[in-house]
């Protein structure tokens, strides 16, 4: 037989079997990132072992910066808890929306808009399932709850730990009341008085136990997480862990108690740490871990009043409620291994309000145009690549305080103070004198960007 007939051949025979052929290197597709925010009450920018804490241990927290990125410069969006979860949730500053830069209690009518966007509404679009565990703080009716959010589910405490039941808040069927309470007692009028501490335990959009034993949270909220994880294993999921505590008035269960010398709030630490570490050994053994990315940080800095039972901003200046860097600079660690590298040691301002965009762009999902978004896409940040090109053109405190660049002015009590952050981080020395100029141009910018806010946008 001639060679261009045995050619002729063997191509015939290689086209046949071209399917089984390119069937067999047809690279696998790739499985979306699951996404885990984990977000603590009132914790400080000095309370975990991997920042300095003392007096107590957070060996996975610790463990989980060392295999992934920790931040030193990451800042929530106000030093208090409705904003800052707001601004975290949609990646907008609170006040686009009209909100007073405070907290909504047990009485209050309103909540945020079910017409902002949340994380769990973008990620919708690409079939995420979306669940919350924890506190919610963005309004208890249920026009204004999780499930009105993008949320598929709801299972938490619907506001602060040191508050009380919303006695319209409707009951589920199964309802569970504690320490012998009744409905009489949960119909108070006199609750804010007379009920502080006993705070309800919601599902989806219904109380099912009050109130609830404030010591099992952090355990009940950990087993909730890990069924998620476990029911929504085969698909993409975005979980968010708000964990009640910090937060005072402190719990922790019998198996933390009396373990630190920190006292209760070293104790409540361990079990947050533990929390953290039960997660991530989840994601491990269900092969989940390389393509979950998990943030943990917190909702604002430590409420110093409370003294022994409140934690630490560090080295940095005052605590929650104000426009100082202890206020809203916080812990943040992210982690997922083979994306994110590990040990890095991020200097790069960052701030809750870019996940969302971040988050939207690692998901490939379309972020919303009819608004303004405050945060940036920082995912190349998160893969520790150059990081050059992201500016961020300023960024807001509680209060009147605005950062442009390593720049800060604040007015405070009719007090104008200019820091330069890059070289005082702790605020200490005011260089109003030395820079006029700087002053001037950040508070025309700080009263423009004021004035933007009453578009709603």
Not at 25 to 43: G, H, M, Q, R, Y
Not at 112 to 118: F, K, R
């Amino acid at each position: 037989m001639k060679n261009r007939q045995w050619i002729t051949i063997l191509t015939v025979i290689m086209m046949l079997q071209a399917p089984t052929i390119f069937a067999s290197v047809t690279p696998k597709k790739e499985k979306p990132t699951n996404f885990i925010v984990i977000f603590t009450d009132d914790l400080g920018y000095g309370d975990l072992g991997c920042y300095g804490a003392q007096g107590y241990q957070t060996p996975h927290l610790d463990a989980m910066a060392k295999e992934g990125m920790r931040f030193t410069d990451f800042s929530v969006s106000s030093s208090i808890c409705t904003p800052s979860r707001a601004g975290l949730l949609t990646g907008r500053y609170a006040k686009r929306w009209g909100h007073n830069d405070n907290v909504y209690y047990p009485y209050s009518k309103d909540g945020m808009p079910a017409s902002e966007i949340t994380i769990a509404e973008v990620l919708k679009q690409k079939g995420y399932q979306t669940g919350i565990v924890g506190k919610w703080h963005l309004g208890h009716q249920s026009e204004y709850l999780p499930l009105a959010q993008g949320f598929d589910m709801y299972f938490g405490i619907p506001y602060s730990n040191d508050m009380w039941q919303a006695i319209e808040m409707p009951l589920a069927q199964n309802h569970l009341f504690n320490d012998g309470l009744t409905l009489q007692d949960y119909k108070n009028a006199n609750a804010k008085t007379q009920c502080r501490n006993q705070v309800p335990l919601v599902s989806g959009n219904e109380v099912i136990e009050w109130p609830v034993h404030q010591s099992e949270l952090t355990r009940r909220y950990t087993e909730k997480a890990q069924e998620f994880i476990l029911q929504n294993k085969e698909k993409p999921f975005f979980l968010y862990l708000a964990h009640s505590m910090p937060h005072v008035p402190l719990y922790t269960s019998a198996s933390f108690a009396g373990k630190t010398q920190r006292g209760l709030f070293g104790d409540v630490l361990e079990e947050i740490d533990w929390s953290v570490g039960e997660i991530l050994k989840t994601l491990k053994t269900q092969g989940l871990d390389k393509n979950t990315l998990v943030i943990f940080t917190s909702d604002n800095g430590p409420w110093l009043a409370k003294k022994a039972n409140a934690g630490s901003s560090g080295p940095l200046r005052d605590g929650k409620f104000s426009p100082y860097e202890g206020g809203s600079r916080v812990p943040c660690i992210v982690w997922q291994p083979g994306t994110v590298p590990q040990g890095i040691v991020s200097n790069q301002q960052t701030t809750t309000l870019d996940l969302l965009p971040t988050i939207a762009k690692i998901a490939g999902a379309a972020l919303p145009k009819d608004r303004i978004i405050d945060g940036l896409d920082i995912s190349a940040v998160f893969k520790g690549k150059n990081t050059k090109s992201i500016q961020r053109d300023y960024f807001l405190y509680r209060g009147d305080a605005i950062r442009v660049g390593d720049w800060k002015y604040v007015k405070d009590k009719n007090t104008e103070q200019l820091f330069n952050l890059a070289v005082d981080k702790v605020e200490s020395k005011n260089r109003m004198a030395e820079y006029p100029d700087k002053a001037k141009e950040l508070a025309a910018k700080l009263r423009k960007v004021q004035e933007g806010f009453l578009d709603r946008k």
